[in-house]
């Protein structure tokens, strides 16, 4: 598997004025918009955050919220055409010494509703409510959709696999 | 990784399932991550499994699966919806968080019937407790 890229200035640009939420890291990749995607984006986030000694349960969370919308963007936002989705994973620093997890996932398509069959789709959006303490779905009129999930926040450092912490 | 579209693994290298029979019942036994590439082809061993089975249940085996993606979800309670008296679907986990988490965090852990064993998914008892 190819490493991320490492690009905490950038990362930094494009965060914006959020001077409490300094991105430590951030791992940063494209891939095109097929089913087999949504395996690239979990296992790269999942080796990307597991060195950075992330408490299991929270890399469990943020990989299976990052399959979800990269799933959704790979079968529904480009209608059978080519297109790319873009991941990018950044570990935030908190003030206190505290840590969250921070991943977009963009496209640049226009998701069709093909056959709305709300049965898979309930289910993810109810595993992606339940398992990142934020999520934005944001729609870029004409130009495809992001999501942010923002995850639980643990201490800095720990490994300990027992409750990080929860949304306020 | 040769055989996939764009550089990545074809799905028979992410999901491998063993459709086999024991008597009336017929056991489903998937390895590997089952998510939205791999689930159609697990919803047609499942659709051959109903087919095959006699007075028995499906028993689908999920303890070596090592990620179940919300499609994954669908295609077991498509299955559960499939389903008949003479031919339940019982599903085996064990405590992969992955596989477990979703289940709960979607209640379907309450509408699918979950066995920790293959066995006693056959014997249809007892049922699976999971971890909190």
Do not use: K
């Not at chain 1, 959020?18 to 999942?46: H, I, K, S, Y």
């Not at chain 1, 398509?109 to 934005?136: F, I, K, S, T, Y």
């Not at chain 2, 991550?33 to 499906?58: I, Q, S, Y």
């Not at chain 2, 019982?90 to 852990?109: A, E, H, S, Y």
């Amino acid at each position: 598997m190819p490493p991320c890229e490492v690009d905490p200035e950038g990362a930094a640009a494009r965060s914006g004025p959020a001077p409490v939420e300094a991105p430590l890291r951030a791992c940063a990749f494209t891939m095109p918009a097929q089913l087999a995607a949504a395996w690239a984006a979990r296992a790269r986030v999942r080796d990307w955050l597991e060195s950075h000694a992330l408490p299991p349960a929270l890399v469990d969370d943020v990989e299976y919220v990052t399959s979800e919308a990269v799933s959704n963007a790979a079968e529904h936002a480009y209608a059978g055409g080519d297109g790319a989705i873009e991941v990018e994973a950044e570990v935030l620093a908190l003030p206190g010494g505290l840590r969250r997890v921070r991943v977009r996932v963009r496209d640049h398509g226009r998701w069709q509703p093909v056959n709305p069959d709300p049965g898979h789709r309930g289910h993810g959006l109810a595993a992606m409510v339940a398992l990142a303490a934020e999520l934005v779905v944001r729609h870029h009129d004409g130009d495809g959709t992001e999501v942010v999930l923002l995850s639980a926040v643990v201490p800095a450092g720990s490994t300990d696999p027992a409750r990080s912490t929860g949304p306020a | 990784m040769s055989g996939g579209r764009g550089g990545f693994p074809p799905p028979e290298e992410l999901m491998w399932v063993r459709r086999y029979l024991r008597g009336g019942a017929v056991i489903v036994s998937v390895s590997g991550e089952v998510d939205v590439l791999t689930a159609p082809r697990l919803r047609r061993e499942l659709d051959a499994a109903f087919h095959d089975a006699g007075v028995g249940p499906v028993v689908v085996d999920l303890t070596d699966v090592s990620f179940l993606a919300s499609r994954g979800l669908a295609t077991l309670v498509d299955a559960h919806r499939d389903a008949s008296a003479m031919t339940p679907l019982r599903v085996v986990v064990d405590d992969t968080r992955p596989v477990i988490r979703p289940l709960q965090l979607t209640g379907l852990d309450g509408v699918l019937t979950l066995f920790n064993y293959v066995e006693e998914a056959l014997e249809g008892e007892p049922e699976a407790t999971l971890p909190e």
